[in-house]
């Protein structure tokens, strides 16, 4: 009190530009005194107590809510309440910048207990399945356009709320110029409530070459590596207005499908002859075959009714009534259905086959190629390198497979197909 009264006794008998230097040099000495209290006494008192806990979540509040606000809040608050008593230097220069100053602690203080939530919901994995680092930076946004506004507002001496109802003309340009951003947290609430994508998923969006993992997903842009790992930067709102594949079912079960055609030389497919099913039915993998086949087959009848067709075609009838009498044609075994058993019985025994899931060995409808045998069937892993693997494996062995059966895989004529082709009508003409 003593030193208040002197200090005011004499400011009185001081020139107002005296007194205001003076206060104005107290003022200095007072921050600087905080300042140096703050750094030399506070800041490592609070670090002591600190280290006396063994829970982490206390740093974090200390270092990154209470040190910040300790090195500024104070001197903004000093220089706000000694400016007030300033007689010829203009007061409202310092009392706008302390109130500014406040503003700002306050901005950074909250976007960083933003950024904390963020790295507490990544480690029980709610970020990705919420995709709070999109809504976080929108967030922020919000929180930067609120201080600028706020801060704008104590450098004009205006209220914020008229600042805000003068901005209310600009709306179109606002809306255009954030327009992404905008766009952005519309699709990523979308997003995250219909649970549509999330870091980690495979997606595959061929119309703009996309093909591989979701690595990130920020505000307006979602960042995806693709398998020969480029990085593509998706506009969020995308994979809302257009349609894309997810492959996360496939990796939550582990698994990876193989639908893949192989085509048979029509040429090569025939009956078997009682020979071909004495011998094939001593392969464990084709008992099965011929067991179910047996009771599909229809039974060998000593006549066969006799065809009406015009006299002009009677040859052709009698060579088809030759046919229809015989067991060729009343026997429904082929190299193609033999082939097509032994491919299911070979897949539902494959240890890296889901046998649980669908497994499928069917023949598709003729082509230029050929036959096609469609194998469909899931490996029981989604890594890409053991599904290429296994798929591989698989193939490579149908394939030396299905010429013990008799068959032929259709291939294109090659240079050396030609070259032996020429070789054979050489020959011939040379026999001639």
Known sequence: MKFLEQFFYLSGRLSDLNYDLLLLGILVLVIGLVIKVTQWVIIPLLEKLINLSESKADDKLIYTYFIPALKFAPSALIVIYISQFFKFIPAGFFIKTGKTVLVFVIVVILTRIIDDIVEITKKVNVSEKLHLRGISQAVKLIIYLLGG???????????????????????????????????????????????????????????????????????????????????????????????????????????????????????????????????????????????????????????????????????????????????????????????????????????????????????MPPTAKGMGLQLYCFTDTANFLEYESIQSSIFEHLIATAELLGLAIFQDPSGLDMQKLYSHVSDAKREQ
């Not at 995308?238 to 349609?243: A, G, H, T």
């Not at 084709?286 to 000593?302: D, V």
């Open 149 to 363: 506004i706020f801060i704008i507002s104590i450098l004009i001496d205006q209220t914020p709320w008229a600042l805000l109802g003068g901005l209310g003309a600009l709306t179109a340009v606002v809306l255009l110029v954030f327009r992404d951003v905008i766009l952005g947290l519309v699709a990523g609430i979308q997003l995250s409530a219909n649970n549509m994508v999330k870091i980690g998923d495979w997606i595959e969006i061929p119309e703009h070459g996309v093909d591989g993992s979701v690595i990130d997903i920020l505000l307006t842009t979602v960042k995806i590596e693709n398998w020969d790992k480029s990085i593509t930067f998706l506009p969020a709102h995308v994979l809302i207005s257009k349609s894309f594949k997810n492959w996360r079912r496939m990796q939550d079960l582990g698994v990876r499908r193989i639908k893949r055609d192989l085509y048979i030389n029509i040429n090569s497919i025939r009956f078997l002859s009682p020979l071909d099913i004495d011998k094939y039915k001593a392969i464990p993998q084709l008992k099965k075959f011929f067991s179910t086949e047996n009771a599909s087959q229809p039974k060998h009848h000593t006549s066969v009714t006799k065809l009406t067709v015009p006299p002009k075609d009677t040859e052709f009838a009698a060579k088809l009534q030759d046919t229809a009498s015989s067991a060729l044609y009343s026997s429904t075994y082929t190299t193609a259905g033999l082939f097509r058993s032994y491919a299911i019985e070979y897949l539902l025994s494959h240890p890296k086959i889901r046998n649980n899931l669908t497994v499928l060995a069917r023949m």
